[in-house]
């Protein structure tokens, strides 16, 4: 551990941290409070990974001493904190290992998911229909599943103990905050929601091949993936709210056919 000392560079944690922060908000655009905290989420995960990486490597002193033995190539300087590539014994530039050729892959396909996810949610409210498009139509919670993409890219091209103990409970704040946006949306919308949410699976696209969701015409909701439903879909579901009937196919059917005359 005789290199040269590669941190320290405390501006360039605020620089890269706020810049990632900044880039990723500016495509989620965080509306209520459910927004703000995924978006804060990611944000802490940006300020612990950073502040390793530029700033004070905690995990290579702890790793110095009880592992030291795992990564007998652990050192200061900055291309020494690409730890699994120390664990492979790759010796080569560590921006090519095939840990960092990963990691590009997977922060450019959650970026992709941001920003063409926000598209077809900004189209379905101004067309008020359900967003089954783009990466809707392979999951329900792409915006999501792109943050949690970005931040395992961050794990493999810099792994530290911090973000590897958040990144686990970062999974399941994500994925209450998808249950109770949806458990809102079915109550609200019936099944418009359950139609779709039968063929889209959550967060992770589905090897088998499932019925096609289909386009809903409605209303948009504030929330993940534009959720709609027909006039009669939401008739029928305010009513069930009420007390007055429950939500089924036959309801559904009837509101249309009143809808109609």
């Known amino acids: 551990m005789n290199d040269q000392y590669g941190y320290g560079l405390w501006a360039l944690v605020v620089i890269n941290t706020l810049l990632l922060v900044i880039f990723a908000g500016s495509f ?18 940006a300020v612990a990974l950073f502040t390793e990486m530029y700033g004070f490597p905690l995990t290579i002193y702890l790793l110095a001493g009880p592992l030291g033995n795992w990564f007998p190539n652990l050192g200061f300087s900055h291309a020494q904190g690409h730890l699994w590539n120390d664990l492979i014994g790759w010796k080569a530039d560590p921006h090519v290992s095939p840990f960092h050729l990963a990691a590009y892959v997977l922060i450019i396909v959650g970026f992709v998911l941001i920003i063409s996810g926000w598209r077809q949610l900004l189209a379905a409210q101004k067309e008020g229909r359900l967003a089954t ?16 993409a970005i931040m395992a890219g961050f794990l493999l091209m810099w792994p530290t103990l911090p973000t590897l103990v958040m990144f686990p409970v970062l999974v399941w704040v994500y994925q209450r905050l998808a249950r109770r946006e949806e458990a809102e949306v079915a109550a609200r919308f019936g099944v418009a929601w359950t139609t779709y949410a039968a063929s889209t ?31 009669a879909d939401t008739a029928a579901s305010d009513d069930a709210l ?20």
């Open 133 to 148: 498009a783009g990466p809707y139509a392979r999951i329900r919670h792409p915006q999501y599943t792109g943050f949690l």
């Open 242 to 261: 009420a007390g007055r009937r429950p939500i089924s196919p036959r309801t559904t059917t009837a509101s249309r056919r009143r809808s109609k005359e």
């Open 201 to 231: 699976p959550r967060f992770l696209p589905s090897l088998r091949r499932r019925p096609p969701a289909t386009e809903q015409a409605g209303r948009p909701t504030e929330h993940g993936p534009g959720h709609g439903a027909t006039k």
């Open 28 to 45: 989620f655009h965080p509306k209520s409070g459910r927004d703000w905290r995924v978006l804060g989420g990611f944000s802490a995960f």
